[in-house]
T-cell receptor
Framework: AQKVTQAQTEISVVEKEDVTLDCVYE???????LFWYKQPPSGELVFLIR??????QNEISGRYSWNFQKSTSSFNFTITASQVVDSAVYFC??????????????FGEGTQLTVNP | EAQVTQNPRYLITVTGKKLTVTCSQN?????MSWYRQDPGLGLRQIYY???????DKGDVPEGYKVSRKEKRNFPLILESPSPNQTSLYFC????????????????FGPGTRLTVL
């Protein structure tokens, strides 16, 4: 069985602070894919990033960065210099090998991030 | 613009009254899927389809039906809705590639908020 845990239910920060959202996953698959999605107050789900299990390179995109560590089964997401527009629910998701899980995404429960002015 | 559309966006109905939520994508994606989002449970897959006329159950299929008669459309049917189907529903689509270099990131529609009284 696959599982994604986002232990932080809610995080509140003041604008310009850095914030890290934690994601820990469980899978027995050798090949798997990790994702982060953003759900702003308007409700849609916005794709942020995809990471393959065989590529442990960390990634930076503007104020966003992702730290993938297979040794600890973690795929953490950091927002640098947070802004009010970053306020949203953030979901971490996992897709395993096709043979075991097809294209099903297993989602964590989400982290509500509130950035206060 | 590449997108997944859902209709209606909001629906209030009564127990037992059949309803259909439509989903359409313009990206020529083979794979389409339905999820429901409930507080504290994250997103859970209802049904998915790997191509026209090919559908299969996800994690929570009870009370739902789907069909895939055309590649671009994947409607979700509730034959006899019940209050426990009150939820936020998302349709998603992706390319369907199998293997180590799979490129099947799922892109989500805007969501349909359903209330069953």
């Amino acid at each position: 069985a696959q599982k994604v845990t986002q232990a932080q239910t809610e995080i509140s920060v003041v604008e310009k602070e850095d914030v890290t959202l934690d994601c820990v996953y469980e899978t027995r698959d050798t090949t798997y894919y990790l994702f982060w999605y953003k759900q702003p107050p308007s409700g849609e789900l916005v794709f942020l990033i995809r990471r393959n299990s065989f590529d442990e390179q960390n990634e930076i995109s503007g104020r966003y960065s992702w730290n993938f560590q297979k040794s600890t089964s973690s795929f953490n997401f950091t927002i640098t210099a947070s802004q009010v527009v970053d306020s949203a629910v953030y979901f971490c998701a996992l897709r395993g090998e096709w043979e075991t899980s097809g294209s099903r995404l297993t989602f964590g429960e989400g982290t509500q991030l509130t950035v206060n002015p | 613009e590449a997108q997944v559309t859902q209709n209606p966006r909001y629906l209030i109905t009564v127990t037992g009254k059949k309803l259909t939520v439509t989903c359409s994508q313009n990206m020529n994606h083979e794979y389409m899927s339905w999820y429901r989002q409930d507080p504290g449970l994250g997103l859970r897959q209802i049904y998915y389809s790997m191509n026209v006329e090919v559908t299969d159950k996800g994690d929570v299929p009870e009370g739902y039906k789907v069909s895939r008669k055309e590649k671009r459309n994947f409607p979700l049917i509730l034959e006899s809705p019940s209050p426990n189907q009150t939820s936020l529903y998302f349709c998603a689509s992706s390319l369907l590639t199998v293997g180590r270099f799979s490129t099947d990131t799922q892109y989500f529609g805007p969501g349909t908020r359903l209330t069953v009284l």
